[in-house]
């Protein structure tokens, strides 16, 4: 995906110098890199050299642009929020009323191109997911709530639904979320993979209910 070319100063076989990358470019290579990276392992289980290797510098080059695994990890969540918003920019301005389908309204349009980056493209969830799972760093927590509420109040006023529309728009996400990580579609009580997995494990409360003591 993302070329493995060596230094900058390195040249050729025939001894031309090879054109430097600008700063800004292995600035963006190496966010989008770890996008892919953090999504699996995490913020604590990623190795910056891994991203390193993936755009094919140095680990000490990568600390020269973003000073701390912490502030990588960081510009690859907000690319991920930012995603997500742009994707949410298209939807509004393509939206038509007159042409949506009945009883569609641009909150639901913007949830179903919000399960449609779910689908195709996985790591941004998992990234997302990780991001949540790392808000026990107090300064990744004060990012990732600044980041949540950023699009919070863009849907709000792309949409201009009330704030009971919106909750019930950010509600229904967090439910996908869920469902796209365990690759279900739905989480119903009734839906057909949780009554499966209640009959396999044959328990058909789900969870065992304690003894009440007697006398």
């Known amino acids: 995906m993302f070329s493995m070319a060596t230094d900058s100063s390195a040249t ?3 001894g031309t110098r090879r054109q430097r990358v600008p700063a800004s470019e292995r600035r963006d290579a190496l966010v989008e890199a770890a996008v892919h990276e953090f999504a699996h392992g995490g913020l604590h289980g990623t190795p910056v050299d891994r991203i ?20 990588l990890f960081l510009a690859a969540v907000q690319r991920g929020f930012e ?8 939807v509004a301005a393509e939206f038509d009323p007159a042409t949506a389908p009945p009883d569609t309204d641009l ?6 191109a919000y399960a ?18 790392a808000c026990d760093d107090e300064v990744i927590r004060e990012r ?11 849907v709000q006023e792309l949409s201009g639904a009330d704030p009971a529309g919106v909750d019930d728009f950010f509600r229904h996400g967090m439910a996908l979320n869920v469902a796209a990580a365990m690759g279900v579609e739905d989480l119903s009580v ?12 044959g328990t058909p409360a789900g969870i065992e209910q304690p003894v009440t003591p007697t006398g």
């Open 116 to 133: 449609e980056i779910l689908e195709t493209e996985r790591d941004y969830l998992m990234l997302q997911l990780q991001s949540y799972a």
């Open 107 to 112: 909150l639901q349009a913007m949830g179903e």
């Open 12 to 14: 050729s076989s025939s």
């Open 83 to 90: 995603l997500v918003a742009a994707r949410f920019d298209q």
């Open 52 to 71: 390193a290797r993936r755009v094919g510098v140095a680990q000490p080059y990568v600390f020269s642009l973003f000073g701390s695994k912490r502030e």
């Open 190 to 201: 009734d839906c057909e993979w949780v009554r499966a997995e209640l009959e396999r494990s």
């Open 144 to 154: 990732v709530r600044a980041l949540y509420a950023g699009l919070v109040t863009h």
